[in-house]
């Protein structure tokens, strides 16, 4: 009687752990593509873009479609996003589970981009983004600059801020990233080749016992080739999250927890045609 008392307790005891243990969300990696920029253009020259990219987290996947219309004085840009997940792994049931209320999102922004003679470039914006079906509400700021390859000097770097902050809530994200490159001449086309690095940063009220904060540190090598029906870019980040947790009243938990290969390797892909 005594031993199936005991076994009892354990397994609630079990259960009520597990129950209280929490998995911390993984969402920065979809506002990094909501994040990226449009490509720059030659001084002079507007710049009317279309886009689309898909990004993954494993076996999480996130379908971008984009549009950029330059007026001159402003720019008017467009997009909307899908995430799809595979369910019948066990990490993407909790990826779904924790993002169901951002299946689906669409933004529109206001900026100004400026280019000079001799390469040197900068931007700004600010824009509406929505998730569904949460309704989750989010005011975007976007500041970028960088420097454009020329045929003496083939190196380009760029330099991108966003800062989003939650307008129906108390959640804000920052993202920090940059990219370098070396073009070569392929053909016809360009070859660039390179490497990038990106931090992002959720901040939110630490309040209750399993809410949290995290950073995302994301670098890895990226190719991009540019041809006259588009420039595609493929980039493999590996990731490295820092996770800010309350475990309980007054203790505060910070690990830190490399993105597992599950057998999917993540992966950036886009295609951007310059109308």
Not at 149 to 171: I, K, M, Q
């Amino acid at each position: 009687m005594r031993l199936a008392t005991l076994t009892v307790a354990l397994l609630l005891l079990c259960g009520v752990k597990a129950k209280a243990e929490t998995v911390p969300e993984r969402g920065l990696w979809v506002f990094e593509q909501i994040g990226s920029s449009f490509y720059p253009s030659a001084a002079g020259v507007r710049r009317h873009q279309l886009s689309l990219n898909g990004a993954n987290f494993s076996d999480s996947f996130s379908f971008q479609a984009s549009g950029l219309i330059d007026l001159g004085a402003i720019e008017i840009g467009l997009e909307g996003s899908q995430r799809s997940f595979l369910a019948n792994s066990g990490r993407g049931a909790i990826v779904r589970d924790q993002l169901y209320g951002s299946r689906q999102n669409f933004g529109a922004d206001l900026g100004r981009h400026f280019v000079t003679e001799e390469g040197r470039y900068g931007g700004i914006a600010v824009g509406y983004l929505q998730f569904m079906p949460s309704l989750e509400r989010w005011i975007k700021f976007q500041l970028e600059t960088g420097i454009l390859s020329t045929e003496s000097a083939p190196w380009s770097l760029s330099l991108h801020a966003s800062f989003f902050v939650r307008t129906n809530g108390s959640d804000k994200v920052m993202l920090v990233s940059t990219d370098t490159v070396r073009d070569f001449n392929w053909g016809k086309a360009k070859l660039s080749v390179g490497g990038f690095f990106s931090w992002g940063y959720r901040m939110r009220d630490l309040l209750l016992p399993g809410s949290f904060e995290q950073m995302l540190f994301s670098f890895g090598p990226l190719v991009r080739l540019s041809t006259n029906v588009g420039i595609f870019r493929l980039s493999i980040p590996l990731r490295l999250w820092i996770d800010k947790q309350i475990v309980n009243s007054g203790t505060t938990q910070v690990t830190a927890n490399p993105s597992q290969f599950t057998g999917i390797p993540d992966a950036m892909l886009s295609w951007t045609l310059t109308l």
